[in-house]
């Protein structure tokens, strides 16, 4: 018996001819290459972003250092937790919010990630709100005036560091109220600090440092403010 063979219009294209079952292998397939050259594409792109900030790192003080360093607190070393020391300390460093800006858009250069969901993430809610704190407290730019009350920045501070828990256990972050205690500049300024601290919370900050102080850690606290000059 002869073969019968379909006919084939010579006028259209030959892979018109393929089944709908081949057009969607051949369209997955193509998808998936494609797909694939733009993941390796913004890999390689995300990673020459990420190696210049990093040759900026090497100024001391720049975006790249300091967003470098908050990283380096959350990591640890390795160790379970985030260093809080020395995040703390590295946002103390920064000026204002504009340089604060600055260093996010570094963060983001860096490591592919937000600073701040990083924060949220790495912090309990009493060591972020902390960390929010210090940056509030900053002028706009550098060598301006501080748009937020600065007492009420360090009595949030504070209250942070009283509310601090250990895992289901209450806690003080004496660390955190030693940093707020060598920011504030004269006892004036500590009696400012009070005054907000009540308004903010309605309670009196002597009372609570008393109650949360361990180990004589008051009389330590005190030091510190009444070796300040009075204005």
Avoid: C, H
């Avoid at 600065?150 to 004496?174: E, I, M, Q, V």
């Amino acid at each position: 018996m002869q073969e019968i063979i379909p006919y084939q219009n010579p006028n259209v294209p030959k892979e018109q001819g393929l089944s709908l079952k081949e057009k969607l292998l051949y369209s997955a397939i193509g998808l998936a290459v494609l797909g694939g050259g733009v993941y390796f594409g913004r890999k390689l792109i995300l990673n020459k972003v990420a190696n210049k900030e990093e040759n900026q790192s090497f100024e001391d003080g720049s975006s790249a250092t300091i967003a470098k360093q908050i990283k380096m607190a959350f990591e640890n070393d390795g160790w379970f937790g985030t260093n809080t020391t020395a995040l703390r300390n590295a946002l103390r460093q920064i000026s204002s919010k504009d340089e604060f800006a600055k260093i996010q858009k570094s963060y983001q250069k860096l490591y592919n990630s937000n600073l701040l969901k990083d924060m949220a993430d790495e912090l309990q809610s009493t060591e972020y709100n902390e960390m929010l704190q210090i940056i509030a407290g900053k002028p706009p730019k550098k060598g301006q005036a501080p748009t937020v009350n600065a007492y009420d920045a360090w009595a949030k501070r504070l209250k942070a560091a009283f509310d601090k828990s250990y895992g289901f256990l209450p806690g003080t972050d004496g660390d955190a109220v030693i940093a707020v205690f060598n920011e504030i500049p004269t006892q004036t300024a500590f009696i400012q600090t009070a005054v907000s601290y009540k308004k903010l919370y309605g309670t009196n900050i002597i009372d609570d440092m008393k109650a949360e102080a361990e180990f004589g850690q008051y009389s330590d606290w005190m030091k510190i403010i009444t070796t300040k000059k009075k204005k």
